[in-house]
């Protein structure tokens, strides 16, 4: 009976963990739905991909992390880099990554 229960525990587990890894994180409605934007598709090299995903490799590339600590030292996830970047009028003037 134990050797048939184990794997049955661990599938669920297993199922359990991927479940809630794979929730989208939840945010306040009055807030950036940064997650959401991450979702856009973009054509990088000639592929579809998802804006975090262009994100997240632009800022490896600048800074070799996929996250970045702004002045204060909270970190943030590359799509929030990706906005100040295209938002700023001028980017240069302080850099973040």
């Known amino acids: 009976m134990k050797e048939k229960l184990f794997p ?7 199922a359990a963990w991927m479940g809630s890894a794979m929730r989208a994180p939840s945010t ?14 973009v054509v990088e090299g000639g592929r579809v991909k998802p804006m975090d995903s ?15 600590k702004d002045k204060d030292g909270v970190s943030h996830p590359a799509i929030v880099w990706a906005l100040d970047i295209q938002s700023s009028l001028f980017p240069s003037a302080e850099p973040r990554a």
């Open 28 to 41: 306040a409605p009055d807030t950036l739905q940064i997650h959401e934007f991450g979702r856009i598709p």
């Open 8 to 14: 049955v525990v661990m599938v669920l587990l297993a």
């Open 54 to 68: 262009v994100a997240r490799n632009h800022l490896r590339i600048v800074a070799t992390k996929e996250t970045f």
